[in-house]
């Protein structure tokens, strides 16, 4: 396809205009954790650092408890996500296949419970989780942080369970393949970047998750990155320095799950299935 | 080798009823076609026998074991799908390899299975690559590499050509003839093409509105169809179907129709006067030496070569096909032509379609 001169500009100044949009904050989060301190907080901010230093990491991985932070949370969003991931798979087959009563009617209900905002459920989930002695326990945020991904995650895994054509399954069946082996064998293999775009929504969400995780975990030791990270920054002063290196070291892990399983996301992988 | 056996079987969805009450004997080694237009049942039929589809009604029997409830795979069934329904994710190994993979085969068996149907097939260079690496033609063989290698009691086929080119279609044809030659496999094959059933089918099964119309070998439809919806399916171009009036001549009947009047002598029972009927000729009984005359409207003339087919209005405009010889075939467009009709050969049916002679 070819484009005229103008309209190719125009396009690339749009692009440029959101990558800036997009990526200066990011740029400056980044760039100033590596500044001195007084560059931080200079009447004229910099877009280039004019210094360099480690020492708010240094500060941030010694003297914080930044690191069992960043373990727990990676603990809560691992966990959640792959937990995700197995009951979202079969529950989205059966919304998808399987001959239900009220099948629609639970659909939406799963839905609906999306719509609600997490805080209405605080106190309830709180009181719950007291009963059962999971009060200040990393298994209590996984099971929340896995309950709130799964109905948009079901939703979606049943878009892409639609894309996959039926003959598929039913020569599968034919070939003797009972239902658990075809949705191993033949049906995740198809919805691979699916699967991987749910486990990337599961694990951003609790990676960012901050209320409950501020209300069910109460010691220092348990608290995840958005929670204790909130507690570096202090109550008289901010360390900026401080601040910008933890937001940056928060990003890591999401920007390293993407590029590993960024690949699943190429599509065409149902070429050649049928006709 | 063994039989398998539909009685009473009949598919209810909702108020609707898809496939009614059908009774068929398909014998070891046959092969027996589906045929009929779209929406008559063919293909469900096709998947109740395959146990994909659950049977409203009536008994699915092979052999003398009753399947009616069982699982497909118990049913010892292959099918391939008009749309091939290849694992795109598995090589053409992996795809032939599957059936025998859940049947617990060891990895040597399935491996020397599957190479000796390629080689059967002449898949044998494409083992490693994926679906989508391979042409259409190729796709189907190695769907049907996939049905073939666990060696079933019995193949269906659903439409299986229908996706493939009409070059390549005749030559898959011819494979899947040859298949059945070799294999001497009973086979079930749907299709709506009613070229692919006359020269696949050991006997021809013909649905209409979820019921069949009439079973037989494709000849025997041919030239003796049980109603006129078979006289005007199976044949191509159709069968003509011309509008005439039935009357009494002595011990025989005057068959008058637009232009013209064939005398008939039925067997059965005689029409009354004046009754409505419809004379089938078949487009080469339509202009032979000595015939009845009919004049006719030449509105098109389609030369192929060995033979040219006259498309014509009779005087009430019914329009009819004829195939006729190089000196018709030279008629101009919009002519007055003379058909000379083969009444020895020549249906007859009553106005709701039954055959009367």
Same mark, same amino acid.
């Given at each position: 396809?070819?484009?005229?001169?103008?309209?190719?500009?125009?396009?690339?100044?749009?692009?440029?205009?959101?990558?800036?949009?997009?990526?200066?904050?990011?740029?400056?989060?980044?760039?100033?954790?590596?500044?001195?301190?007084?560059?931080?907080?200079?009447?004229?901010?910099?877009?280039?650092?004019?210094?360099?230093?480690?020492?708010?990491?240094?500060?941030?991985?010694?003297?914080?408890?930044?690191?069992?932070?960043?373990?727990?949370?990676?603990?809560?969003?691992?966990?959640?996500?792959?937990?995700?991931?197995?009951?979202?798979?079969?529950?989205?087959?059966?919304?998808?296949?399987?001959?239900?009563?009220?099948?629609?009617?639970?659909?939406?209900?799963?839905?609906?419970?999306?719509?609600?905002?997490?805080?209405?459920?605080?106190?309830?989930?709180?009181?719950?989780?007291?009963?059962?002695?999971?009060?200040?326990?990393?298994?209590?945020?996984?099971?929340?942080?896995?309950?709130?991904?799964?109905?948009?995650?079901?939703?979606?895994?049943?878009?892409?369970?639609?894309?996959?054509?039926?003959?598929?399954?039913?020569?599968?069946?034919?070939?003797?393949?009972?239902?658990?082996?075809?949705?191993?064998?033949?049906?995740?293999?198809?919805?691979?970047?699916?699967?991987?775009?749910?486990?990337?929504?599961?694990?951003?969400?609790?990676?960012?998750?901050?209320?409950?995780?501020?209300?069910?975990?109460?010691?220092?030791?348990?608290?995840?990155?958005?929670?204790?990270?909130?507690?570096?920054?202090?109550?008289?002063?901010?360390?900026?320095?401080?601040?910008?290196?933890?937001?940056?070291?928060?990003?890591?892990?999401?920007?390293?799950?993407?590029?590993?399983?960024?690949?699943?996301?190429?599509?065409?992988?149902?070429?050649?299935?049928?006709? | 080798?063994?039989?398998?056996?539909?009685?009473?079987?009949?598919?209810?969805?909702?108020?609707?009823?898809?496939?009614?009450?059908?009774?068929?004997?398909?014998?070891?080694?046959?092969?027996?076609?589906?045929?009929?237009?779209?929406?008559?049942?063919?293909?469900?039929?096709?998947?109740?026998?395959?146990?994909?589809?659950?049977?409203?009604?009536?008994?699915?029997?092979?052999?003398?074991?009753?399947?009616?409830?069982?699982?497909?795979?118990?049913?010892?069934? %292959? &099918?391939?799908?008009?749309?091939?329904?290849?694992?795109?994710?598995?090589?053409?190994? /992996?795809?032939? +390899?599957? =059936? $025998? !993979?859940?049947?617990?085969?060891?990895?040597?068996?399935?491996?020397?299975?599957?190479?000796?149907?390629?080689?059967?097939?002449?898949?044998?260079?494409?083992?490693?690559?994926?679906?989508?690496?391979?042409?259409?033609?190729?796709?189907?063989?190695?769907?049907?590499?996939?049905?073939?290698?666990?060696?079933?009691?019995?193949?269906?086929?659903?439409?299986?050509?229908?996706?493939?080119?009409?070059?390549?279609?005749?030559?898959?044809?011819?494979?899947?003839?040859?298949?059945?030659?070799?294999?001497?496999?009973?086979?079930?094959?749907?299709?709506?093409?009613?070229?692919? %059933? &006359?020269?696949?089918?050991?006997?021809?099964?013909?649905?209409?509105?979820?019921?069949? /119309?009439?079973? +037989?070998? =494709? $000849? !025997?439809?041919?030239?003796?169809?049980?109603?006129?919806?078979?006289?005007?399916?199976?044949?191509?171009?159709?069968?003509?179907?011309?509008?005439?009036?039935?009357?009494?001549?002595?011990?025989?009947?005057?068959?008058?129709?637009?232009?013209?009047?064939?005398?008939?002598?039925?067997?059965?029972?005689?029409?009354?006067?004046?009754?409505?009927?419809?004379?089938?000729?078949?487009?080469?009984?339509?202009?032979?030496?000595?015939?009845?005359?009919?004049?006719?409207?030449?509105?098109?003339?389609?030369?192929?070569?060995?033979?040219?087919?006259?498309?014509?209005?009779?005087?009430?405009?019914?329009?009819?096909?004829?195939?006729?010889?190089?000196?018709?075939?030279?008629?101009?467009?919009?002519?007055?032509?003379?058909?000379?009709?083969?009444?020895?050969?020549?249906?007859?049916?009553?106005?709701?379609?039954?055959?009367?002679?």
């Amino acid at each position: 396809m070819k484009q005229s001169l103008p309209l190719r500009l125009l396009l690339a100044v749009t692009i440029l205009f959101f990558l800036l949009l997009i990526g200066l904050p990011f740029w400056w989060v980044i760039s100033g954790s590596f500044k001195l301190p007084q560059e931080i907080i200079a009447r004229e901010p910099t877009l280039v650092p004019q210094s360099f230093t480690l020492q708010h990491y240094a500060k941030l991985l010694d003297a914080s408890a930044y690191p069992t932070y960043l373990v727990n949370s990676l603990i809560v969003g691992l966990a959640s996500s792959v937990l995700t991931v197995l009951l979202a798979v079969p529950a989205a087959y059966a919304f998808f296949r399987m001959e239900l009563p009220f099948r629609e009617g639970m659909y939406r209900a799963i839905l609906l419970a999306y719509a609600f905002p997490g805080v209405i459920v605080l106190i309830p989930i709180y009181g719950l989780f007291a009963q059962l002695g999971l009060v200040d326990n990393l298994l209590a945020l996984i099971i929340v942080n896995t309950t709130f991904a799964l109905p948009f995650s079901i939703w979606m895994m049943r878009s892409f369970l639609a894309t996959i054509p039926r003959d598929l399954e039913e020569a599968a069946r034919m070939d003797g393949a009972p239902t658990p082996v075809i949705l191993r064998r033949i049906l995740v293999p198809l919805i691979l970047p699916g699967v991987a775009a749910v486990g990337v929504f599961a694990f951003i969400s609790s990676w960012t998750e901050y209320l409950f995780a501020s209300v069910l975990i109460l010691s220092d030791d348990k608290r995840t990155v958005p929670v204790g990270f909130a507690g570096i920054i202090g109550q008289y002063q901010i360390d900026w320095g401080l601040l910008l290196a933890g937001a940056s070291l928060a990003i890591l892990p999401v920007v390293i799950i993407f590029s590993l399983v960024g690949r699943a996301f190429v599509s065409g992988l149902t070429d050649g299935a049928v006709k | 080798m063994t039989n398998l056996t539909l009685r009473g079987v009949t598919k209810r969805f909702g108020a609707t009823e898809a496939v009614s009450n059908v009774d068929l004997e398909i014998l070891a080694g046959e092969m027996v076609v589906f045929v009929g237009p779209s929406g008559c049942g063919k293909s469900t039929l096709l998947r109740m026998i395959a146990g994909l589809e659950p049977v409203s009604e009536g008994r699915i029997e092979i052999g003398d074991r009753d399947v009616t409830q069982a699982e497909p795979v118990e049913r010892g069934l %292959a &099918m391939v799908f008009q749309s091939y329904a290849l694992y795109p994710h598995m090589t053409v190994a /992996e795809n032939m +390899g599957f =059936p $025998l !993979e859940m049947q617990g085969l060891s990895k040597e068996e399935i491996a020397g299975r599957v190479r000796a149907t390629a080689q059967t097939l002449q898949l044998q260079d494409h083992l490693d690559r994926k679906p989508r690496a391979l042409s259409g033609g190729q796709r189907q063989r190695v769907a049907i590499g996939r049905a073939i290698v666990r060696n079933p009691v019995a193949f269906l086929f659903d439409e299986p050509l229908s996706n493939l080119d009409a070059e390549l279609r005749v030559q898959m044809r011819l494979e899947i003839a040859r298949l059945h030659r070799d294999l001497k496999a009973t086979m079930i094959y749907v299709t709506h093409d009613q070229v692919e %059933a &006359m020269t696949l089918a050991d006997r021809i099964v013909v649905l209409r509105g979820g019921r069949i /119309e009439q079973v +037989g070998a =494709p $000849l !025997e439809l041919y030239d003796n169809p049980a109603n006129a919806f078979v006289a005007g399916f199976i044949g191509s171009p159709r069968m003509n179907l011309i509008p005439a009036t039935s009357w009494r001549d002595g011990d025989g009947l005057r068959i008058v129709v637009p232009g013209g009047e064939v005398r008939f002598r039925p067997a059965g029972t005689m029409p009354p006067d004046g009754a409505a009927v419809q004379l089938g000729l078949r487009p080469e009984q339509m202009a032979v030496a000595g015939g009845v005359p009919l004049p006719a409207i030449c509105d098109t003339i389609e030369r192929l070569g060995a033979v040219s087919y006259l498309y014509a209005r009779l005087a009430d405009g019914t329009a009819v096909t004829a195939q006729v010889d190089h000196a018709l075939a030279a008629a101009s467009i919009g002519a007055q032509v003379s058909f000379a009709l083969d009444a020895s050969r020549a249906l007859l049916f009553d106005a709701s379609g039954r055959r009367i002679a």
